[in-house]
């Protein structure tokens, strides 16, 4: 029998042993009691784990391969942000106007898509060899592996990305202690940071659409600015050679850009370059490579629009400017358009290519605002039938027109002026493009889930000749307009306008300008407004020469589709009455115009011989060059003592008070035009 003491010593021994095998489990966990794995068992171990490691290693590289093309997404995941289409793949937008979109690109949201990704691949794979149950064989080898066990973490770092897999695996019912590690060689982190900072570059700067601004401005042909010598004289471009001009000016951006280089022109050509993005470079990334920009598939530049520039700004300055001449000629014309860009990464270690695409917008030639998205019709999602039927102003069809809902193709039509098709329901613009000279048709509409059908009718736009002869003539007595620039603008009920001019349009106009720096001095007369300033004396001189002979007496004209018009506003500018004038105000008393009245005109449809009726405006100025006169030489009296005056107004002071009256004069009559069909 042990004493009370000894059995005390005892407990006091084996409490502490307790203690101490609670602390060694507490520290080295569950392995302190775990069996030794046989030799043999641990190869069989190792064989698994290599065979384990090689399906993470391929779905690892399936992973990044895939979010390497898509821009950081997944197969089938739904972009936030919008995709277009490259080379047959979606493609993810990671920036549009001032957005980007950092919650779903940056690289903590892209490794946790590739955990969940890879896993379900890896355990999918496990299923296939091993079975649902978890119970079977790898290389003929003992395996029980817990799927629901499974987890993943990736890391992505610059050279590479490292992947960690726990999944418990018993091999003949002994644990593999290590969880499964690869490594993948590959540029993906670094192309990561590259497209953020690219993105929020092309956010912050706007760089592609500053490009695009100043090749339209400075290095294609469209009409940009200029002067349109013959008062309100008209440029016309068609939907087809604005979509071809369009489309050259982007794919010149878009193909002659390049980082790491500033924009330069060498000779003829222009090099738009982007010399760092976020302050940083990536100039490692173009080892092998360039990183190259693209244009989405089959990208084109839709145009439904003609441009049609006749001077508006001549109309309303002319009021506030009696020198209208120096701005009667100038027109600014901008544009509006968006097209996205695929910005291509090779990755070098891979052999493969990261892509994501901006959104570039232009609104009226500056930055446009996208808002919180910018909303993108799905022509695939087409699912409203539709009959459109198109004729012409005598009711009869129209076949070959193109029709378009939200830009989405619905068809043309057929010999019965009819298209059928599908078009996507909601409020859309729907525009109808006929094949022959017909006007487009451009009209809102409401397309329900049920379908659409209407009837729309398209006028002819014959290509008349318009003859400008004096009022009182008529077909068989003509008098020609010669000395007269005539400019009218007219109007449709529905809100359509067009230009009627006998200005003729070239480059000897705008040429005697640049070479007697007319721009600069009639820019400056502006800009002062004062019809006194030297620099106004010198622009309408420079002016009056150098559209001395641009006038016309016959104009073809072949824009216009048939119709009633109504002639709201218009000019008559009496260039031979300018010219003839030696004193300088009178010069620009001349250079004032006669504003043209109120008045209707029918357009028909077929090729016609028009005339127009000017009417006379040399008694206007005459009458207006005497009331100059005669004030100019009636001085104000500003003071009387007993009836005399003792003090009149200045010279100068008489002199504009009678300028004034006289351009008063010339502003009170408002004669009206008038077309014959002859």
């Not at 209407?454 to 008529?474: D, L, W």
């Not at 506003?569 to 009178?586: A, R």
């Not at 127009?612 to 030489?633: E, S």
Request: proline residues 4%; negative net charge; contains cysteine.
């Amino acid at each position: 029998m042990f004493s009370r003491s000894g059995q005390a010593e005892i407990l006091i021994i084996v409490g502490v042993i307790v203690i101490i095998v609670a602390v060694l489990a507490y520290t080295f966990g569950a392995s302190l009691f775990e069996r030794p794995v046989p030799p043999a068992i641990k190869n069989d171990q190792m064989v698994v784990m290599e065979f384990v490691e090689n399906i993470i290693t391929d779905k690892a590289y399936e992973t990044v391969i895939m979010m390497e093309r898509n821009g950081g997404y997944i197969d089938g995941e739904v972009v936030p942000s919008g995709t277009t289409v490259f080379m047959n793949n979606g493609v993810a937008y990671w920036q549009k106007c001032e957005n980007t979109y950092p919650s779903a690109t940056s690289k903590t949201t892209i490794q946790n898509k590739m955990n969940n990704r890879i896993k379900n691949e890896v355990v999918s794979d496990l299923e296939n060899i091993v079975g649902t149950s978890g119970t079977g064989e790898i290389n003929g080898k003992e395996v029980k592996i817990r799927y629901t066990t499974a987890n993943v973490l990736t890391n992505i770092v610059d050279n590479k990305v490292e992947i960690t897999m726990d999944m418990i695996t018993e091999v003949s019912g002994y644990e593999i202690r290590e969880p499964f590690t690869i490594s993948i060689p590959t540029n993906f982190g670094r192309i990561l940071k590259f497209a953020e900072d690219f993105s929020v570059e092309q956010r912050d700067d706007r760089f592609f659409e500053m490009f695009t601004r100043y090749n339209i401005e400075f290095f294609s042909d469209l009409p940009r600015v200029g002067f349109l010598m013959g008062c309100d004289n008209t440029i016309f471009i068609s939907p087809e050679d604005l979509e071809d001009k369009l489309n050259t000016a982007i794919n010149d951006v878009v193909y002659s850009t390049s980082m790491w280089e500033e924009s330069a022109i060498d000779g003829y050509t222009l090099y738009f370059g982007v010399d760092e993005v976020n302050d940083n470079l990536y100039e490692d990334l173009e080892a092998q490579e360039p990183i190259s920009f693209w244009l989405p598939d089959d990208f084109l530049a839709r145009v439904y629009r003609p441009v049609l520039i006749y001077n508006t700004g001549y109309l309303l300055t002319a009021e506030a400017l009696p020198l209208s001449t120096m701005c009667s000629g100038y027109y600014e014309q901008t544009y509006s358009l968006s097209y996205p860009v695929i910005v291509r990464v090779h990755d070098s270690v891979l052999d493969t290519y990261f892509q994501f695409a901006v959104f570039v917008d232009i609104d009226e030639m500056e930055n446009g605002v996208c808002g919180e998205d910018v909303e993108e019709v799905d022509c695939s999602e087409a699912a409203s039938p539709m009959d459109v039927t198109l004729v012409d102003g005598n009711g009869d069809p129209l076949e070959g027109a193109n029709v378009f809902v939200a830009g989405c193709y619905v068809g043309e039509t057929d010999a019965n002026g009819v298209v059928s098709g599908l078009s996507v329901s909601g409020s859309h613009e729907l525009v109808i493009y006929p094949s022959d000279n017909h006007e487009m048709v451009i009209v809102d509409i409401t397309v329900p889930g049920t379908g659409y059908t209407n009837t729309f009718t398209s006028y002819r736009v014959p290509e008349s000749t318009y003859h400008f002869v004096h009022a009182g003539g008529t077909c068989t007595s003509e008098n020609d307009v010669n000395t007269e620039f005539v400019a009218a603008r007219v109007t449709t009920s529905l809100g359509q306008e067009f230009s009627i001019s006998n200005a003729l349009v070239g480059d000897d106009i705008d040429s005697c300008l640049q070479t007697s720096n007319g721009h600069s001095i009639c820019t400056d007369c502006y800009n002062s407004g004062d019809q006194n300033s030297a620099a106004c004396q010198d622009c309408t001189a420079i002016t009056g020469n150098c559209i001395t002979g641009q006038t016309t007496s016959y104009s073809s004209i072949s824009y216009i589709p048939a119709g009633t018009y109504t002639i709201e506003e218009g000019i008559i500018m009496n260039v031979g009455m300018m010219n003839s004038q030696t004193d300088s105000y009178k010069r620009s008393i001349a250079s004032v115009p006669v504003t043209l009245g109120s008045s209707t005109i029918t357009i028909p449809e077929e090729d016609a011989h028009i005339n127009v009726y000017v009417p006379n405006t040399d008694q206007v100025y005459q009458l207006a060059f005497i009331k100059y006169d005669i004030r100019k030489n009636n001085k104000k009296c500003l003071a009387k003592i007993l009836g005399v005056c003792v003090q009149h107004e200045s010279a100068e002071a008489a002199r504009g008070a009678a300028i004034a009256d006289a351009i008063n004069f010339i502003k009170g009559h408002h004669p009206t035009l008038y077309i014959e069909v002859c």
